[in-house]
């Protein structure tokens, strides 16, 4: 019953009870305290990265809140694990990479008068790169499986798409 109740983290174990479970498994009481210790952080690190993923969408409130959010919420948890910092280095250069096509699109569209029609381009191209991307990448970061952010610029390092 005491093994049953420490699993379920309804009683914190004595220290005595520790040495005796950890001679039993065969490894040293700071193995054992050091695995029940990760798990939790794991599961967090997950939705802090879907968190990520989805505040891309931020650029629907407000310009560039597709850059600005995601860089701030990695900034002011200051996560620097390298998992995070490719997630965020794959944010930053897909949406970046997004604007500078939407701004190229833009020009295309008041300047040179043939390619006025790219102008209907433009709504698709916005719920690609604000919602179905971050959406995609968050319930895939949330799952353990990678995210999607196809032409993005390497403007970031290190960076895995």
Same mark, same amino acid.
């Not at 310009?63 to 995601?70: E, M, R, S, T």
């Not at 250069?93 to 699109?105: A, D, H, K």
């Not at 690609?128 to 990448?137: D, N, R, T």
């Given at each position: ?14 220290? $005595? =009870? ?5 001679? %039993? ?10 695995? =029940?210790?990760?798990?939790? =952080?794991? %599961?967090?690190? #997950?939705?802090?990265? &879907?968190?990520? $993923? ?9 310009? +560039? ?15 620097? =694990?390298? %998992? #995070? ?8 250069? +897909?949406?970046? &990479? ?11 569209? +008041? ?13 698709? +191209?916005?719920?690609?790169?604000? #919602? ?13 499986? &990678? ?11 290190? &960076?895995?798409?």
């Amino acid at each position: 019953r005491s093994l049953q109740r420490i699993e379920k983290q309804d009683v914190q174990p004595q220290p $005595h =009870t520790m040495g005796l479970l950890a001679e %039993a498994l065969g490894v040293s009481i700071d193995e054992l305290c050091t695995q =029940t210790q990760t798990e939790p =952080t794991e %599961a967090i690190d #997950v939705r802090h990265l &879907s968190l990520l $993923h989805f505040s891309a969408g931020a650029g629907l409130v407000f310009p +560039f809140g597709n850059i600005i959010l995601p860089y701030i919420l990695w900034m002011y948890r200051k996560d620097n =694990t390298e %998992a #995070v910092r490719k997630h965020v280095y794959a944010i930053l250069n +897909f949406q970046l &990479s997004w604007s500078v096509y939407l701004i190229i699109i833009l020009l295309c569209y +008041f300047t040179i008068e043939p390619f006025a029609f790219l102008v209907f381009l433009i709504p698709p +191209f916005i719920l690609f790169s604000l #919602v179905i991307c971050p959406l995609l990448s968050g319930i895939n970061s949330f799952k353990h499986k &990678s995210f999607f952010y196809p032409l993005a610029i390497p403007f970031f390092k290190k &960076s895995v798409s």
